[in-house]
């Protein structure tokens, strides 16, 4: 039996100094109630009532355990209280774990959308371009494009990312644009520092993949120093357009090979179980799906 049960129980008995009183009101039988509070007093091994044929009364050990344990249930009672909330109501901290090029573009601005929606939530972001352990690290979910492949996570996809080859104007005008992946291989390429000292990138040849290896001009282990680079001519990039989209619109990255660009790379969510979740971790998915998923729209999202 848990201790907190039991502590109720002799509550009730101390309270009404009378076992048959706090049976009525536990609705329980009065030996259950006398086998609980003798439980209770096996456990600290010390006697917590005095007990009579007509009355029953505390030991010096009982006040002392009817005086300690009154803050202590009240806290017990209002931490089940907010954890009800924060099943049922969107609510405290949300700890989220996103790439490094995803802290510049739309998601900042989706977070403050998300944030004005549910101002109960607060958000601690992680930017990292390693592998988290969620658990390990406390961390709610963990947002990431390519394939995952912890089997122990739930993978929610949310956008089927556009990968783009692009350079600047200047970059293409010096060394001619490839027209097949192959030709790549005579470029400068900028790398993630991830993809190692001998990098391939992966295309897509009417569903055949073709990985072509490449030469690295400069490496990094996040996206934003790399495109400011190629922007400044010093070679070619491959990245989700999700990350270059505002260059390519204002012509300071032309793409290419747009033919040929993988078509298998997933923005995904990812988060350790189904049941039980927090009603701001239900929230933040049912968010990003109605707002970065397939058919994304401005609306506000339910609370499903």
Known sequence: MDSLDLIRTFREVASHGSFSQAAKRLDMS?????????ELETRFGVRLLNRSTRSVSLTDAGQLLLDRSTPMLEMVELTQSELQDRASQPGGRLRISAPHGMGSGEFPNLLA????????????????????????EGIDVELRSGPIED??????????????????????????????????????????????????????????????PVKSRMDCTEGAPLIRVAMHGFGVIYLPSILVQSHLDHGEL???????????????????????????????LDFLQTRVGPGATARKPSHS
């Open 254 to 284: 032309v793409p290419v090979l747009q033919d040929y660009a993988r078509k298998d790379v997933w923005l995904s969510a990812a988060y350790l179980q189904r049941r039980h979740n927090s009603a701001a971790l239900r929230a933040l």
């Open 30 to 38: 009065k030996a259950t109630v006398s086998k609980y509070v003798a």
């Open 113 to 136: 959308d998300f944030m004005r929606y549910y101002p109960d939530v607060t958000i601690s972001l992680q930017l990292t371009n390693r592998a988290v352990d969620l658990a390990e």
């Open 151 to 212: 089997a122990n996570l739930i993978v929610r996809k949310l956008r089927l990312m556009n990968m783009v080859v692009c350079a600047s104007p200047v970059y293409w005008k010096k060394h001619g644009k490839p027209e097949h992946p192959r030709d790549l291989s005579g470029h400068d390429a900028l790398t993630f520092s991830a993809q190692g000292q001998q990098p391939a990138w992966r295309f897509d040849d009417n569903g055949t993949p073709i990985d072509v």
